[in-house]
T-cell receptor, first 112, second 110 residues
Framework: SQQGEEDPQALSIQEGENATMNCSYKTSINNLQWYRQNSGRGLVHLILIRSNEREKHSGRLRVTLDTSKKSSSLLITASRAADTASYFCATDEGNAGNMLTFGGGTRLMVKP | EADIYQTPRYLVIGTGKKITLECSQTMGHDKMYWYQQDPGMELHLIHYSYGVNSTEKGDLSSESTVSRIRTEHFPLTLESARPSHTSQYLC?????????FGPGTRLTVT
């Protein structure tokens, strides 16, 4: 079964607006990561938040983690047309292989 | 830009053909992974490796096989391709937590 489920599945906003994506998961985790995927390409790592952290920032990205609710959110502030992509959360349950379980992704479109 | 490469980028082949998808990384990472992803959907882990001579099957059942003879090389082979294998195949590697992905191979089996 799917570990991470993302909401919304698709999001369309105007340039300059903020975009918020949510991720829910089912099991205990070691860390949670967010990745970006441009159409037809591989994934690029954006940010990692550990299970003992509640919030993390990187440039225009802000990630929160609520382990009691098993949920995370990714906020992109002042969005740009170049932010148009799919965004995936991935959970690391602390297994020996550092394997990740990916959510279904949020498809973000930023209109210029 | 990650130093992980996949070839070919696109492949269209007929049913029953044997194919090998190549993946190489120059970062010296021990752990490598193969994922299958249908367009716009989540990634499913099909194979992984802890290091040389180590290979394991992932969560998603796959008719493919992998090998890991060298640290930098992790090829995936389909002995007899079928239309159900049509998908995008992504290779990744890591030395700790963050995974680095190749650009993917988009496979179409006719």
């Amino acid at each position: 079964s799917q570990q991470g489920e993302e909401d919304p599945q698709a999001l369309s906003i105007q340039e300059g607006e903020n975009a918020t994506m949510n991720c829910s998961y089912k099991t205990s985790i070691n860390n949670l990561q967010w990745y970006r995927q441009n159409s037809g390409r591989g994934l690029v790592h954006l940010i990692l938040i550990r299970s003992n952290e509640r919030e993390k920032h990187s440039g225009r990205l802000r990630v929160t983690l609520d382990t009691s609710k098993k949920s995370s959110s990714l906020l992109i502030t002042a969005s740009r047309a170049a932010d148009t992509a799919s965004y995936f959360c991935a959970t690391d349950e602390g297994n020996a292989g550092n394997m990740l379980t990916f959510g279904g992704g949020t498809r973000l479109m930023v209109k210029p | 830009e990650a130093d992980i490469y996949q070839t070919p980028r696109y492949l269209v082949i007929g049913t029953g053909k044997k194919i090998t998808l190549e993946c190489s990384q120059t970062m010296g990472h021990d752990k490598m992974y193969w994922y299958q992803q249908d367009p716009g959907m989540e990634l499913h882990l099909i194979h992984y490796s802890y290091g040389v001579n180590s290979t394991e099957k992932g969560d998603l059942s796959s008719e493919s096989t992998v090998s890991r003879i060298r640290t930098e090389h992790f090829p995936l082979t389909l002995e007899s391709a079928r239309p159900s294998h049509t998908s995008q195949y992504l290779c990744a590697s890591t030395d700790r937590y963050e995974q680095y992905f190749g650009p993917g191979t988009r496979l179409t089996v006719t």
